[in-house]
Nanobody, 120 residues
Framework: QVQLVESGGGLVQPGGSLRLSCAAS????????MAWYRQGPGNQRELVAG???????NYVDSVKGRFTISRDNAKNTVYLQMNSLKPEDTAVYSC??????????????WGQGTQVAVSS
């Protein structure tokens, strides 16, 4: 059993910053790709940023230069630093990970989501 738990969401004014964290726990042998997704009101879920086990990153165009994804492999944790936030960044942010368990199963695991609201 593997779980992802997000934290760090909240209400912030336009131009502000937030840092999201997502910690994995359970019978983990290793974690491959990790990513942050978001789903805003009336929108489909979209990939915001991803990071490989080796540290390669990718971002959706709308957040490039503002958001930074990183990970701490020793802590099984992925982060999303969000700067210069805009009202259109308002969404539920969820993390995702591809996890190899101690039993050598490969699992696609989602967190429960954390709300980010950008408003004055």
């Amino acid at each position: 059993q593997v779980q992802l738990v997000e934290s760090g969401g909240g209400l912030v004014q336009p131009g502000g910053s937030l840092r999201l964290s997502c910690a994995a726990s359970g019978s983990i042998f290793s974690i491959d790709d990790m990513a942050w997704y978001r789903q805003g009101p009336g929108n489909q879920r979209e990939l915001v940023a991803g990071i490989t086990s080796g540290g390669s990153t990718n971002y959706v165009d709308s957040v490039k230069g503002r958001f930074t994804i990183s990970r701490d492999n020793a802590k099984n944790t992925v982060y999303l630093q969000m700067n210069s936030l805009k009202p259109e960044d308002t969404a539920v942010y969820s993390c995702h990970a591809v996890v190899r368990t101690v039993a050598r199963a490969v699992l696609s695991v989602w967190g429960q989501g954390t709300q980010v609201a950008v408003s004055s």
